[in-house]
């Protein structure tokens, strides 16, 4: 059974920076892509990052393109999320995510495995 555990979310201010941190159970963690998603109060979850199986390849909602940097290091099968420049509309809780492919999608219906989520609250 695989488990993802997030955390580094917290309340900053507009213009801060955070780094949010996914750490994964099992031993085919560096198998698969990872995504990072988001669903503020009253919207659907959305897309906001994948990174495929290796690193080299990786994938942004426009909204966080610039700003948001996803990262993974396979030697601690953890995924991260940096987070800079963060504005109040960035304020969600954020999922972790693993798909059953290498490449990366954004689609979250092919995401098999989903973390608990982490609150990141961005005041004015």
């Known amino acids: 059974q695989v488990q993802l555990v997030e955390s580094g979310g917290g309340l900053v201010q507009a213009g801060d920076s955070l780094r949010l941190s996914c750490a994964a159970s099992g031993r085919t963690f560096s198998t698969y892509a990872m995504g990072w998603f988001r669903q503020a109060p009253g919207k659907e979850r959305e897309f906001v990052a994948a990174?495929?199986?290796?690193?080299?390849?990786?994938n942004y909602a426009d909204s966080v393109k610039g700003r948001f940097t996803i990262s993974r290091d396979n030697a601690k099968n953890t995924v991260y999320l940096q987070m800079d420049s963060l504005k109040p509309e960035d304020t969600a809780v954020y999922y972790c995510?693993?798909?059953?492919?290498?490449?990366?999608?954004?689609?979250?219906?092919?995401?098999?495995?989903w973390g608990q989520g982490t609150q990141v609250t961005v005041s004015s």
């Open positions: 995510a693993r798909t059953a492919m290498r490449h990366v999608t954004r689609s979250r219906y092919e995401y098999a495995y």
């Open positions: 990174i495929n199986w290796n690193g080299d390849t990786t």
